[in-house]
């Protein structure tokens, strides 16, 4: 084939053959699109319900300005670990006989001390209060928590959280490792055996203490930056303290203030003083919100930087494949630019491998993100994850009275959005393989 001929850019082994040659996703594919739509939609759609700070309710019907708090972190400390209200509790009809036994005896032991005549009517009275109070308590539909937080909020807004750092951290490794098996690919020689040995250094170290290094440098630089930033603001502070107090001071001897009423001025003096250096310079310490940008940031970053690995050697594979390919030798023989190359010719042909590659690392990454959370390294509290949702759970269940609906939903949530994850990349794998075409 002369260059004149040859063409510039490689056949769509992807397009289809006919309707025997079309490949489907299937029915688990199909299953898995849908189970990750219901949760993706269940998760951040009710974010302006269960993560959008509001005036407790209490406060707003007495007319008060009360606290602003999210629905995920709002306490109710008279519903302490509840169950869901239609799980019906097998020990109610013991509870109910033991408190009315218990009501019973305690009316008759009053009235026994106070020498008056017991009323056998009070303790159905006393029922009849305690069921009013009973059926007016808050229902909630996936429990409560050991501090009367809504498990459901909880739970969907720990899913966004996992769910949004797991695609973040997905594409942040996708992305490096798209580029690296590339470049390493397209230059080869020295050049590719070197970043491939970088490659299998990088494989050979523990994922695990390679995140928990980097969370734990980052948090050590972020608290000498904090202590640092205390030091120099409390200087200044105290420079722009010390000739106001001592002016005070003047002021009041000249006043004739002396002994406790000199003390007392000074004092003043100092207050305001410290007062005014507060809203001048700040007290140093990180706003709580930013923190936890930083540490979420700090896991994005951990995550998605150790997990490229598999996504370099696949894709510098297909371009050294690519590249013996007679297109790509006709579009350098006739001069086409290198990144030319890159965008017209080999990047089209690597859509499929990225696509399916992409969609196996999200349920990896939300993985990693539920693990290290489980393990106190991730998202901290108060912001929930699935897994430190998991993580409070586990160690309410105990021989005594075990709170399972605290373990049972973020285990559940986790592990069939991960299945149908996996799903779904199965499904893009065999519909996106130009070997399985045309079978």
Known sequence: MSLATAPTSAPDLNAPRGRAGRARLGRAGWVGI??????????????????????????AVLGADGPMTAMFERQNRSALRLPPWWWPT???RFVAGYEAAAVDAGMRRRADAAGVAFDPRL??????????????????????????????????VGGAISLA?????????????????AIAGYLGGRVDGAMMRVVDVLYGLPYVLLVVLLAVAVN???????????VTIRAQSEAFITPIVRQAEEVAVREGKRGDALTVAVEQARQDAREQARARFGTGELNPATAQTINLVTLLVAIGGVSWLT???????????????????????????????????????????IVVYATLTVPQAILQESFLSFLGIGVKPPLPSWGNLAADGLSELNTVRSHWWMLLFPC???????????????ALREKLDPKRIGK
């Not at 390919?325 to 499929?352: D, S, Y």
């Not at 559940?412 to 199965?426: D, H, I, K, Q, S």
């Open 165 to 181: 750092i797991g695609v973040a951290a997905a594409g942040l490794s996708v992305t490096i490792g798209v580029l690296y098996g």
């Open 34 to 59: 849908l189970a990750l739509v219901l949760v993706g939609l269940a998760c951040f759609a009710t974010l302006p319900w269960t993560a959008v700070a509001r005036v407790e309710r209490g406060y």
């Open 412 to 426: 559940v949530l986790l592990a069939g959005t991960l299945l149908a994850l996996n799903f779904v990349g199965e």
């Open 311 to 353: 996504m370099a050697r696949v894709v510098r594979g297909q371009v050294l494949s690519l590249k013996a390919q007679p297109f790509m030798e006709a579009a350098r023989a006739i001069g086409v630019p290198v990144p030319r190359q890159f965008a017209r010719h080999l990047l089209p042909n690597l859509v499929g491998v």
């Open 123 to 156: 303790p159905e009275v006393a029922k009849a209060a305690a069921e009013s109070v009973a059926a007016s308590r808050p229902r909630y539909w996936l429990g409560t928590d050991h501090l009367g937080r809504s498990v459901l909020a909880r739970v969907l």
């Open 90 to 92: 097998g020990d109610a």
């Open 220 to 230: 050590g630089a972020l608290d000498r930056w904090q202590a640092g930033r205390m």
